[in-house]
């Protein structure tokens, strides 16, 4: 079994940075894709960042401000939040793929991000 723990959330102003922390635990490699999603309220959980090897991925909205960077040695995944905006308010969640063609998810439980005007 896999537990990821999400931690770094918070109020923030308009143009400031956070950086969130997943700390993962269990059969998780680092070969294992892992990410961050967000949800705001009323709207659906979408895609931040992912990162699997040496490879990145980011949302259209992230790119340029946020960095998706992974620590095998400690199992931590960090996001760096900079530049951040109203619209980033959001719950933040760390997600792990695994299986056949890393086709299942674990999630963490999540974490605030608030930013304020």
């Known amino acids: 079994q896999v537990q990821l723990v999400e931690s770094g959330g918070g109020l923030v102003q308009a143009g400031g940075s956070l950086r969130l922390s997943c700390v993962a635990s269990?059969?998780?490699?680092?070969?294992?894709?892992m990410g961050w999603y967000r949800q705001a309220p009323g709207k659906q959980r979408e895609l931040v960042a992912t990162?699997?090897?040496?490879?990145?991925n980011y949302a259209d909205s992230v790119k340029g401000r946020f960095t998706i960077s992974r620590d095998n040695a400690k199992n931590t995944v960090y996001l760096q939040m900079n530049s951040l905006k109203i619209e980033d308010t959001a719950d933040y969640y760390c997600?792990?793929?695994?299986?056949?063609?890393?086709?299942?998810?674990?999630w963490g439980q999540g974490t605030q991000v608030t930013v304020s005007s």
């Open positions: 997600n792990a793929k695994y299986g056949i063609n890393w086709s299942r998810d674990y």
């Open positions: 990162i699997r090897g040496g490879s990145t």
């Open positions: 269990g059969s998780i490699f680092s070969i294992n894709p």
